[in-house]
């Protein structure tokens, strides 16, 4: 029969095997990770289609909805 490599256990002791280790001195910063924090403050709402109708983008939205709060008494 064929051996493979799983068939020899050469790491007795628990320590991770040469091709595991990772050298963290190559590793480079998450490019991705501003999106992921801009992307956790965004909030998504659902429009009745009537209303999807008149604000049609979210800067519309959020236009309407900061007028309407100015003119909302301070809580």
Known sequence: ???TPFDKSE?????LL????FDYRKAKP????DR???QQRLKVVVLDE???RVF???EAVNRALRSLI????PS
């Open 1 to 3: 029969m064929n051996e």
């Open 11 to 15: 790491n007795l002791d628990g320590e």
């Open 18 to 21: 040469a091709e595991y280790q």
């Open 30 to 33: 998450n490019r991705f990770a």
């Open 36 to 38: 992921v924090q801009e």
């Open 50 to 52: 009537d209303v999807a």
């Open 56 to 58: 049609t983008t979210p």
């Open 70 to 73: 100015e003119t909302m008494p």
